[in-house]
């Protein structure tokens, strides 16, 4: 793989937790300032940006991967679970691209262990995009201004999967969020919090939240179960990190979810069941760890929450490379 952005990675980021010798936080916090992403590969990272607004990754030819992870919704589409292929409902709620590269491994169960491997599963989901690697790479090749970017970043005009999730990788790994309130805060400055959110903080930590998310995506590095004193009721079929490992042991253990811009991200949790920040605020508290929140202490941790709100990727949309004749023409959508 094509090393192009560099970024902090989530085993570096936890030692340097452990250590409080995180540069950018004097105040030697659990949680980190998110990190800038410094570019290094700008024309891979072009290539990654068009592929991922390009509906022709996918059979219908309308799907792309800004469908359910569109970046003026903070990376998701904020419906409970997503819309694929023939209009058919996914099982799943979308989980945010922004930050992403922070985390330990990708999709609610684990079951990516990067970026690259999980820029691959959609496309040829039926579920999602519907089409296959082959003729997702066929289209591509048959355009003729895919060929000649592909050409100048991998110096050959041979196409093929791994150059595409390596592009879209890329480009999804300088999607970082920096400079929220709360990260300024972390970094001396006294006024970037209100004291509302300075006091959600507090609780937030009291109450042992910061046991699962922590580090500079305030999640993202660990499974739990969820429903740990109060089982959680749901009529989602996801089972969790066991449909991965097999395991009963693993049922209901999901991928802690960052918390990062987690205003932009609703509705919540793995079967987007929760509509408000406030709601899984409460629900969270009971059933992780046996707490009722008052509605004051719920106002506070929200107010909390919405400070990790951070500077939204900002790009002009890729034009995309007009298909000539040779494209297969796409099925309808729906």
Not at 174 to 179: E, F, G, I, K, Q
């Amino acid at each position: 793989m094509i090393m192009n952005v560099k970024t902090i990675t989530v085993a570096v980021a936890l030692a340097l937790s452990s250590q409080g010798a995180w540069a950018d936080n004097p105040r030697n916090e659990p949680v980190q300032p998110i990190p800038a992403a410094e570019i290094t590969n700008p024309q891979l990272v072009e290539l990654g940006k068009k592929l991922f607004f390009d509906p022709r990754l996918s059979k219908s030819g309308f799907i792309s991967c800004n469908s359910c992870h569109n970046l003026s919704m903070g990376g998701t589409d904020n419906i409970k679970t997503s819309i694929g292929h023939n209009w058919q409902q996914g099982p799943i709620n979308s989980p945010t691209v922004l930050n992403s590269s922070l985390n330990m491994a990708q999709f609610w169960d684990g079951r990516a262990a990067t970026l690259k491997e999980q820029a691959g599963g959609p496309i040829d989901n039926p579920k999602e995009m519907a089409f296959t690697h082959e003729l997702a790479v066929d289209v591509l090749a048959s355009i003729p201004g895919y060929v000649n970017d592909f050409e100048v970043v991998f110096n050959s005009r041979e196409l093929n999967i791994d150059m595409v999730t390596d592009a879209i990788a890329a480009f999804e790994e300088t999607l970082v969020t920096p400079n929220s309130p709360f990260d300024q805060w972390l970094k001396g400055d006294d006024d970037a919090l209100t004291s509302q959110a300075l006091a959600g903080y507090q609780l937030f930590k009291e109450s042992g939240c910061v046991a699962c998310h922590n580090g500079p995506n305030l999640g993202g590095t660990s499974y739990q179960k969820m429903g740990v004193v109060e089982p959680y009721q749901s009529n989602s079929p996801e089972i969790g990190r066991a449909a991965v490992t097999g395991s009963d042991a693993d049922r209901f253990m999901f991928k802690v979810p960052t918390l990062r811009n987690v205003e932009l991200t609703y509705p919540y949790f793995h079967d987007g069941e929760a509509a408000t920040l406030e709601e899984a605020v409460d629900i969270m508290g009971r059933l992780q760890l046996g707490r009722v929140y008052s509605d004051e202490e719920v106002g506070n941790i929200v107010a909390f929450l919405k400070s990790l709100t951070g500077e939204q990727p900002r790009f002009e949309i890729p034009i995309l490379p007009p298909s000539t004749n040779a494209t297969p023409v796409p099925e309808p959508f729906g």
